[in-house]
């Protein structure tokens, strides 16, 4: 018996890299699973290949920044679970490119994926949470959104990570009173498909200093076990050993 068993987790991007760790390790730790994706047969098969008790998964593919889908989805799951304990707000895309070279339709389709999916995924739990009394947004965000991406590194990804970091601070003070706890977690180069669009590939050299996902899934159970006394406001996780 666990801290997690029965608890219901909501982790968004879990066909792959971190919203993978995450379904693994928290199904592991008994908790029961909602999975989002916006792609059905690689999410269905992350499912198979992690050995996820198919009653314990509740499973949606449609787009993040999508209200009326992911309203859906939130209402089935808590029709079939009941509640909704934890929110992980991981689903992303990035694309390299400055102001010159980005276009609108990845401007648009990142901030719409990385700042809008955030916002449509916490304001359809939310008033679940506060129903409830009690829960945890979590949302992934990155060094990115703190300082400015290199040039060419990602204009559209940084500033939907700036986002990310306002709308982390807003949600956390609104949602106080009601109970819910919401936290950042800041990522500095993680080994996942997004270094397929770093401005220069890194080496396996640098790939092995880089963080993992297990890395970061660490962290984030760290943050969802934490004293209910406390609230980690964010934590940076920093690929220190990076050259």
Excluded at 179 to 187: A, H, M
Excluded at 199 to 210: F, G, I, L, S, Y
């Amino acid at each position: 018996m666990t801290e997690f068993q029965d608890k219901v987790a909501l982790v968004t991007g879990a066909d792959r890299g971190i919203g993978r760790a995450l379904a693994r390790r928290l199904g592991a730790q008994g908790c029961r699973l909602v999975l989002h994706s916006n792609h059905a047969e690689r999410l269905h098969k992350a499912v198979a290949d992690e050995g996820l008790p198919p009653e314990r998964v509740v499973t949606a593919s449609h787009d993040v920044a999508d209200p009326a889908a992911v309203e859906a989805s939130v209402a089935a799951a808590t029709e079939r679970f009941g509640r909704i304990d934890y929110l992980l707000n991981v689903a992303g895309v990035a694309y390299p490119g400055g102001i010159l070279s980005t276009t609108r339709e990845v401007w648009d389709r990142t901030l719409a994926t990385n700042l809008t999916g955030y916002f449509a995924m916490a304001a359809a739990v939310l008033p679940h949470m506060k129903q409830a009394g009690g829960g945890h947004i979590v949302n992934m965000s990155s060094i990115w959104g703190r300082r400015a991406a290199p040039p060419g590194g990602g204009l559209a990804y940084s500033v939907s990570k700036w986002g990310v970091e306002g709308l982390t601070r807003g949600l956390a003070e609104e949602a106080r009173p009601w109970g819910v706890r919401v936290t950042g977690i800041v990522l500095d180069k993680v080994d996942t498909d997004f270094t397929e669009n770093m401005p220069v590939a890194p080496t396996e050299e640098q790939r092995a200093r880089m963080l993992g996902v297990e890395d970061v899934a660490d962290a984030t159970l760290a943050v969802l076990t934490s004293s209910p006394r406390a609230h980690v406001s964010v934590i940076e996780l920093d690929a220190w050993m990076w050259q």
